[in-house]
């Protein structure tokens, strides 16, 4: 027997598994018809290393959304790492790896501050992380007095290498998704992050290391950032005081439109990938129609707005 | 006989396929109690919502009041006199009691201000006529769930309700709560108040129900005056079992002593209990709600630590500071509350499973998914777990599975010993046997189990020895002969010392 009400849940657990991907799709349909310029091998190449600049963080932002948490701090992690690498690396190529360890040790310390907030203090993350980066801003511009010194060295333009469409940062952004698929899936590590994010009273009832893990995925977070700041700041080769701003709220973005619950415990990477894609080819296409740069924001707002609503009608009803 | 004020007729109700009701019709007359009894599932809260408005019947018609009543809001349903208590209470803890019950109503003055004065006075006057006095100033959330439920009560009076539906109001009541409870409603039933009752504790059903209507499998399979029914027909109505066959019999022997606890006591109510626990053996931990039976779950599994005295396990010393060391030590807690302490909802029946084990079924953190299969559909067996794939979602299944699922989660670690904090909560009757049948198999292989309930039929049916506790300390210990309920409600309610003297 079929209900309508059969029908209507059938069609929820459609759009929470399949709605990211199919929405996707029809994007990629509407580019073919508004701006098939999208699809030349070019204009694809740069729309690749852009999502992979997002998509970096957005993996890490994506760990921490499943332990229902939330990191606002890796916007000051993009401007500390830029600052990082050319104050260490200051134009001499063999001092790249000491800049790189550096940057990714001061961005597992904020990581580490922004766990211990939420757990051993019991900050609220987005109390916590908005303070952690307002404070990395903050000790950053104090550090530099507002004019960053040092150069970039010239060897990271490495990471504008690329094969076709395969460039560094997609590779990267490739690489570590396959890595952290397989974490979540296929590892006691993943399905403790589920777990949780799904019940956190039920997880430590169960035995599990509950602040190491949310330590942990804070970590991780900050980790990733770091690793997007420096393709971003090898790609630029400048210090900019700027750098990366709109990433960090687009990371979290992706992370949603993709599936994954802000309260934790639902989601994952595949669903992210796609979020990432549905918004650089968004910006992309508001390029190639010569729209204004507001616009993008109008269109971005209405995306991230209209996934939501459309998760909020697939939740189960309560 | 006058007109019914409610009668439902022919209602059909489906979700996502599976049938909750079939052509059920329930009437009722002004100013009675009806029992709505049944196991969990089998349509009772089901037909109470579709009378509240929150769901709408497939198929049959709803005549209140001598009128049909058409789709509604339940806010107009609210409005038409029929009030609904949910077991789940909704109020606002931040609010007064007073702010609660005329929550959206508030009386005002002449230019439109909140009275504070009307709105505690009419409180007040709501309360008296239940006959109970309550500060409706302090804020809800420092309330006793029990009188939260009298603040529902009253709620649903200063709305003017000719029709009451409680839904298993005594699940959070014990003792003494539950006496005031059932005088309240026969202060309703005086004032011409319709009550229905839904429980499945049928004690409760045959002392205040007029009239009882049994649901089975979402049809009704019994209805008629109270007068005619005895507790072997309704329960074999219900189940389609009688009563003796419920607590399954053993003649297990009893082995060492495996765990000892010495005066132990942490920063709760918990003050001072001892008490030892043997191979084999089910020990009942009896007393009302607060009397500090969850907090002694919790020192024991290591959940909150200990301030005093001492606990041994196999004749070791065990200082834990968490639940994980407990786990290692071989100690399992089935906690009280599922939903928010036991069960992962969002995950899969696999994932629920082995969260506890997931070092064993992995080598260098990596999961072997053969190991975990064979692990899954071992318990699936064992447990008599119903689900579709170990893909399932376990919000989606019974809540009878669900509990079995949390106890496959436990067994999985080996436990010695294993603390089951209201075992049976929310989950249906035939759940409920297997689960005591599960129980006496794992007593017999070894294992030594402490249960916590409310249900005094299931302490005393299940348990070797009871100990009742009061106010965080041990009131006293039943065994053999000496075991009653009435001896344990008296522990339970004055305590060690004064029971002996009453």
Request: overall charge neutral; charged content about 20%.
């Amino acid at each position: 027997m079929t209900s309508r009400w059969t029908k209507r849940w059938r069609l929820r657990k459609f759009v929470a598994d399949y709605g990211v991907y199919i929405a996707l799709t029809i994007l990629m349909l509407a580019a073919a018809l508004l701006t098939p310029k999208l699809f030349a091998v070019d204009t694809i190449a740069v729309v690749m290393r852009q999502a992979s600049q997002l998509g970096i963080v957005a993996i890490g932002q994506t760990l921490v959304l499943l332990v229902a948490g939330l990191d606002l701090s890796v916007g000051g992690i993009f401007i500390m790492t830029s600052v990082v690498v050319a104050e260490v690396g200051n134009g001499r190529d063999e001092m790249i790896a000491p800049a790189i360890l550096s940057a990714l040790a001061l961005g597992a310390l904020v990581g580490l501050g922004n766990g211990l907030l939420v757990t051993k203090r019991r900050v609220p993350p987005f109390v916590a992380t908005l303070g952690m980066l307002v404070l990395v801003k903050g000790a950053t511009q104090a550090y530099t007095r507002g004019v960053p010194g040092g150069f970039v060295p010239e060897a990271l333009g490495i990471v504008n290498q690329s094969w076709f469409v395969l460039s560094v940062p997609l590779a990267l952004w490739l690489g570590l998704n396959a890595l952290f698929i397989f974490v979540l899936r296929g590892t006691s590590y993943g399905r403790r992050v589920y777990a949780v994010g799904s019940n956190i009273e039920a997880a430590r009832l169960s035995g599990i290391p509950v602040d190491a893990i949310r330590i942990s995925v804070y970590v991780l977070g900050s980790l990733f950032a770091v690793v997007s700041g420096v393709v971003l700041t090898g790609y630029v080769l400048y210090v900019d005081r700027f750098i990366g701003s709109g990433l960090d709220l687009d990371s979290i973005a992706a992370a949603v439109v993709g599936g994954t619950a802000f309260i934790g415990g639902r989601g994952g990477l595949l669903g992210t990938i796609a979020g990432v894609l549905i918004i650089q080819i968004l910006s992309t296409m508001v390029v190639l129609l010569g729209l204004d740069v507001e616009v993008q924001f109008i269109i971005k707002g209405l995306v991230i707005l209209g996934a939501v609503m459309l998760y909020s009608v697939a939740a189960p009803e309560s | 006989m006058s007109e019914p004020i409610l009668e439902m007729r022919g209602i059909s109700k489906s979700f996502a396929g599976v049938r909750a009701l079939r052509d059920v019709s329930f009437r009722c007359q002004a100013g009675l109690v009806y029992g709505l009894v049944g196991e969990n599932g089998a349509g009772k809260s089901t037909l109470m919502k579709i009378l509240a408005g929150a769901y709408k019947a497939d198929a049959g018609a709803i005549i209140y009041k001598g009128r049909p009543r058409h789709a509604a809001s339940t806010g107009e349903i609210i409005a038409s006199g029929i009030s609904i208590i949910y077991q789940e209470l909704a109020l606002v803890p931040q609010m007064s009691a007073a702010e609660n019950i005329f929550l959206g109503r508030e009386p005002r003055n002449a230019i439109g201000i909140l009275d504070l004065g009307q709105l505690h006075a009419r409180s007040q006057e709501l309360l008296s006529r239940l006959g109970v006095a309550l500060d409706t100033r302090l804020p809800v959330g420092e309330l006793t769930i029990a009188q939260q439920q009298l603040v529902e009560i009253a709620k649903a009076l200063s709305q003017d309700a000719d029709l009451i539906v409680m839904d298993e109001p005594s699940a959070i009541l014990a003792g003494s709560e539950l006496d005031q409870l059932f005088d309240i409603i026969a202060a309703l039933k005086a004032q011409g108040v319709t009550i229905v009752y839904i429980s499945h504790r049928l004690e409760e059903v045959f002392r205040i129900a007029d009239e009882v209507t049994v649901l089975k499998d979402g049809e009704v399979v019994d209805s008629r005056p109270i007068g005619q029914l005895d507790r072997h027909t309704l329960v074999r109505s219900m189940v389609g079992r009688s009563l003796d066959e419920v607590f399954p019999q053993t003649d297990h022997e009893q082995g060492d002593l495996v765990l000892a606890a010495e005066d132990i006591a942490t920063d709760t109510i918990l003050d001072g209990v001892s008490l030892r626990l043997h191979a084999g053996e089910i020990l009942g931990i009896a007393g009302m709600v607060g009397s500090g039976r969850t907090e002694l779950a919790r020192a024991l599994f290591g959940a909150d630590p200990l301030t005093r005295g001492e606990v041994r396990l196999a004749g070791k010393s065990l200082q834990w500071q968490t639940p994980s060391q407990a786990i290692r030590a071989g100690v399992a807690l089935v906690p009280e509350d599922r939903k928010s302490q036991g069960l992962f909802t969002a995950l899969s029946v696999r994932n629920n499973i082995t969260i506890s084990i997931l070092s064993r079924i992995s080598r260098l953190g990596i999961l072997r998914r053969g190991q975990e299969d064979k692990v899954v559909s071992a318990a699936r067996q064992r447990l008599s777990i119903v689900m579709t794939s170990p893909e399932q979602e376990t919000q989606t299944l019974s809540g009878g599975n669900q509990q079995k699922v949390v106890l496959a989660k436990w067994l999985e670690t080996a436990p010695a010993v294993i603390i089951l904090d209201e075992p049976t909560r929310g989950v249906d009757v035939g759940a409920k046997f297997e689960i005591y049948k599960l129980m006496r198999q794992l007593n017999d292989r070894g294992l030594a189990i402490i249960m916590i309930s409310s249900e005094l039929p299931e302490i005393i049916g299940m348990s070797d020895r009871i100990l009742v506790m009061n106010g965080g300390r041990v009131a006293g210990e039943l065994a053999g002969e000496a075991v009653d309920e009435e001896r344990i409600i008296k522990l339970a309610t004055l305590g060690g010392a004064e029971a002996q003297s009453a």
